[in-house]
């Protein structure tokens, strides 16, 4: 099993930055893909990134709508996982969540069997 543990969020103005780390506990960091998903309120959850364990080549993935803005990235040394969140907008607001599951990524959140508790980002305009 692995635990998770996002931080980082926090309030930001329209075309800021922030940068959200997950830590997880366990030994075993490297043979789990790790996932990045939002939900705002009123709404359902939704994949924001994703990338595959190191060994296998470390894909990375993203939703359309952060592609190009937000960057995920892992630290296995650390284990940790990042978002690199930029150019925010305000319906980026949500609060994020990053998931595990063994080995292979996806986008589907039923996917990933453990979750952390989440970390709120709010971006004014």
């Known amino acids: 099993q692995v635990q998770l543990a996002e931080s980082g969020g926090g309030l930001v103005q329209a075309g800021g930055s922030l940068r959200l780390s997950c830590a997880a506990s366990?030994?075993?960091?490297?043979?789990?893909?790790m996932g990045w998903f939002r939900q705002a309120p009123g709404k359902e959850r939704e994949f924001v990134a994703a990338t595959g364990i190191s060994w296998s080549g470390g894909s990375t993935y993203y939703a359309d709508s952060v592609k190009g803005r937000f960057t995920i990235s892992r630290d296995n040394a650390k284990n940790t996982v990042y978002l690199q969140m930029n150019s925010l907008k305000p319906e980026d607001t949500a609060v994020y969540y990053c998931?595990?599951?063994?080995?292979?990524?996806?986008?589907?959140?039923?996917?990933?069997?453990?979750w952390g508790q989440g970390t709120q980002v709010t971006v004014s305009s």
């Open positions: 366990g030994r075993t960091f490297n043979n789990y893909a």
């Open positions: 998931a595990a599951r063994v080995y292979a990524s996806s986008t589907n959140d039923y996917d990933y069997p453990y």
